[in-house]
Structure formats: C-alpha cells, structure tokens
C-alpha cells in the first residue's frame, strides 16, 4: 500500500511539472510573439522613414538638376507625374512657375517605393551686372533721418505710377537695396525698401529705422572695377553761358561749367572726357538719348549746386553713365591734392554713378534714380534714392547667377 501510495503522489508532482512547463513554454511563445510584432513594427516604421528620407534626397536631387539647367539657359522643368525621372530607384519631377521680378518657383516631387515628398524653392535670377544696389559703399554708408532707398522700373512707366502709401511710408517697389564692404548705418524713419548688407564680419545699425529685406553680411566683399579713362580730342574749356547742344561723338574738355538756369543738351551717342565739371544753382545738363547712351567721366572736380539736375530726356538711367576718378579720402601714407566732390540740396540725378575712390557727402533732399556707387557715402535727411529694376537687364553682361529667397517642404500631389 505504500508503494501505490508513493507512486500517485510521484505521477502528480510529474503532471504539474508538465502544466508549468507548458505554460511557461506558452508565454514565451507569446512574448517572442509579440517581441516579434514590435520588431516587425518598429523595421516597418524604420523602413517607412528611410522611404520618406529618401524621396526627400530625391527632391533636392530633382532641384539640384533644375537649377543646372537654368544655369545653362535651358528650361527648368523636368518631367511630369505621369512621365517622371527615374533617379537612384526612385522617380522624380520639377515644375516651375515664372513668378515675375525675376523670381521663379520650383516645386519638385520625389517618390521612393510609393513614399511621396515635394520641396520648393524659389530663386532670383541675377544678371552678371555692377547695378545690382541702389547704393553701394565699398568702406561704408551712412544714412541719416528719413532717408528712402526702394526701387521701380522705368519700362513700366514713370515712379509716380509705381508708387504708392503716404508719408515716410510711401514707396514703389521693393528691390532697392544697400550694401558695403564694411558697415550700415541708418537713422530714425529711415526706409530701405530691400536689403541692407553689409561686408562679410560687419554690421547693419538700425536707429528707429526699417529695413523691409534681410541685413545679413555678405559671404564675400564686392571689387570695383578700374576706371580706363580714353583719349579723345581736346576741345579747351566749356563755359555753358546760353543754352548749348553738343554734338555726339568722342571728346575732351579740360573744364565744363554750366552757368546759373541755363541748360547743354549732349545728344548720343557721346563719350565725354572732362578734367572738371561744375554747376551752377538751377542749371541743367540733359542726354538727347534717342540715337543712344551717354557716358561722362570726370577726372578731378565735381560740384553740383542746389537744384541743378543731370539727366536723359527718356529719364532712363541706363542712359547715362557718370564716372568720377576723384579723389578725395585722404591716404595717410600719400600726399596727394584732394579733389572736390560737392552734390547739394534739391539736386536730381537720373543714372549710374561710379566713384570707387570718392567719399560723397549728399545734402539734403537730393534725390537719384539709378544707382550709386563710390568709396563711402554719407547722406543728409530727406534723401530719397529709386534703383532702376531695368538695369539688372539693360546693362547686364549676358550671364546669370541665381540666389536662393526661400525653401520650404509642402504637401506631395501625385
């Protein structure tokens, strides 16, 4: 009876032994089951992401070949959603949408294994040209109190039409930059209707003024051509004491002056040279420009009295180009005779002036529309200054570049 007895109890203990061995097998069954499904939900989600990373290199890829081929002049659109191009297993395509102003948008759509992503980018085509700035100062610019600096486009029509609003906010559009080599400055209820940027570790100091554009420094300092001054015939001394008209052609003056409310119309085509040019209060010098362009330059002096003008007929500043090899920064380590830049009040300029060795003070109330650019500028309140979108075309040596104005991910349309 003991032996049964002893037997019974041996088979139970076996049985549960069984049981629990069973059912630990079972949750572990279940936990490398579920173990399992985290895995293979965890890889589907790594897999999803590395889709979704993938189509987005797609996208810069198709943006990269866009751009190459705006570089190139060639269209930057690139396939379309039924006819896409295959890159890197993947497919992509580019529209693009001209936005005017010279902006243009790229959208570019890539897809990897049915994961979809677009980008888009905008981007500014900028001619290979000198006139890019309203105002440029290779040491620096100084603005004083309710300075304007904004931008319009003579082929549209005059800049009156262009502008709009009231008061120091009045403006036409939005191009009309500043930049430098060194540092900005600019004083209160002063506008700069575009980009204020100074030279690459240098500043922009806003003093209660507003500036609608970026104040990033630039990545690299802007070099300013040599001046090649030609020679011409020489024609003696000018003294403009009655209305007087030019003659086209190349030549030479030793001295210009054109007397008080009196006016010398310079018909172009026409290349003048001059050792000095002064003028009087109220006194005029016009381009004829209807056969062609003027170019002045100015070898020493240059004194533009109050409410004197200089400008062509059509008021097309690509019309006229005034250069200045004055000099009058002094250099502590040459001894030099400082020539004579003077620009006074109510004085209107209508053209492209160049002055890299010149320190230009303006008066008040000067105004140009064109742009300007010497070796400093400082200018006195109530200047107002109007780029000429036209010349980024007009004087533009044929190539382009293209800076980037925004990117940005947006939703993908297939």
Not at 111 to 125: F, H, I
Not at 137 to 163: P, R
Not at 262 to 268: E, N, P, Q, R, V
Not at 298 to 318: E, G, Q, R, T, Y
Request: net charge negative; charged share 15%.
């Amino acid at each position: 009876m003991s032996i049964r007895r002893f037997t019974n109890e041996n088979s139970n203990q076996r049985g549960a032994a069984l049981a629990m061995i069973i059912l630990s097998v079972a949750g572990m069954a279940a936990l490398t089951a579920a173990m399992m499904t985290v895995g293979l939900g965890s890889s589907r989600e790594q897999e999803a992401s590395n889709r979704e990373d993938q189509a987005a290199y797609i996208c810069q890829a198709g943006l990269s070949q866009s751009m190459y081929q705006m570089q190139r002049g060639v269209a930057p659109s690139i396939g379309t959603s039924t006819q896409p191009q295959a890159w890197g297993g993947g497919r992509f395509w580019v529209d693009s949408v001209d936005m005017g102003s010279n902006l243009t948008r790229l959208t570019a759509n890539g897809l990897d294994n049915g994961v979809g992503k677009s980008q888009e980018l905008v981007v500014r085509a900028v001619p290979s040209n000198m006139w890019t700035y309203a105002l440029f100062g290779k040491d620096s610019i100084s603005l004083d109190s309710s300075v304007k600096v904004d931008s319009y486009n003579s082929t549209l029509g005059t800049y009156a039409s262009q502008s709009s609003g009231a008061g120091i906010h009045a403006h036409a559009l939005v191009n009309g930059s500043v930049g430098s080599n060194g540092n900005i400055s600019a004083g209160s209820q002063t506008n700069v209707w575009g980009n204020a940027t100074p030279g690459p570790g240098h500043t922009v100091s806003l003093h209660e003024a507003t500036v609608s554009g970026s104040i990033a420094p630039s990545a690299e300092l802007v070099t300013y051509p040599a001046i090649n001054v030609p020679t011409y015939t020489n024609y003696g001394a000018l003294n403009v004491s009655a209305n007087t008209t030019m003659a086209g052609g190349e030549r030479t003056y030793t001295n210009i002056r054109v007397r008080n409310n009196k006016t010398l119309t310079i018909t172009g085509p026409a290349d003048v040279v001059m050792s000095n040019l002064t003028m009087d209060s109220n006194s005029w010098i016009v381009i004829n420009d209807a056969a062609g362009p003027v170019t002045l330059t100015i070898i020493d002096n240059f004194k533009l009295d109050s409410n004197s003008n200089i400008w062509p007929a059509s008021k097309d500043p690509s019309k006229l180009r005034i250069n200045m090899l004055s000099d009058n920064v002094a250099d502590p380590e040459v001894i030099v005779q400082l020539d004579t830049v003077s620009i006074s009040s109510n004085s209107t300029i209508y053209g492209c002036v160049y002055a890299p060795e010149a320190r230009i003070v303006l008066d008040s109330n000067f105004s140009l529309y064109g742009s300007l650019m010497a070796r400093s500028l400082n200018l006195d309140s109530n200047c107002n200054f109007h780029f000429d979108e036209n010349l980024l075309s007009a004087l533009s040596s044929g190539s382009v570049t293209y800076e980037m104005v925004s990117w940005r991910e947006v939703p993908f349309h297939n």
